[in-house]
């Protein structure tokens, strides 16, 4: 007789599916929810907001590490910043593509722009981020 007869062991693993559905957080609306393409958007800047591996309440694959890219020449920054924003943004199951990326450098900053083609449809996103 085992000490745990009811031990089970086995192993599930399960597909996070994301909510079509979110709080709306634009400063403008004090309540409210949004639903599908703009929750969305709402995910995608949340997500590359984030510096990786600073909150413990995400798990280490949530965000992108925006501190390695500082100090970087654009020629290293480009395809590290593409691949991280791809790597970040297509764990969500609602996104099947990142694309056309456009890179504007400035003093301090960088402006990048993309292409999402999500399962609502396409549209454009927009970031800055430090250099």
Known sequence: ??????????????????????????????????????????????RLGTQRFDYPIYSFAYGVDWRSLIGQSPEYYRPEAKRMIEESLLQDNRIMEVSDFKFDFGFTSCHISFKVRSIFGNFDQEMEAAV
């Open 1 to 46: 007789m085992t000490p745990y007869p009811n031990l089970d062991t086995s192993l599930k693993v399960e597909e996070i599916k994301y909510s079509n559905r979110s709080y709306d957080l634009r400063p403008e609306k004090i309540q409210g929810f949004v639903e599908d393409i703009e929750a969305l958007k709402q995910s995608i800047a949340k």
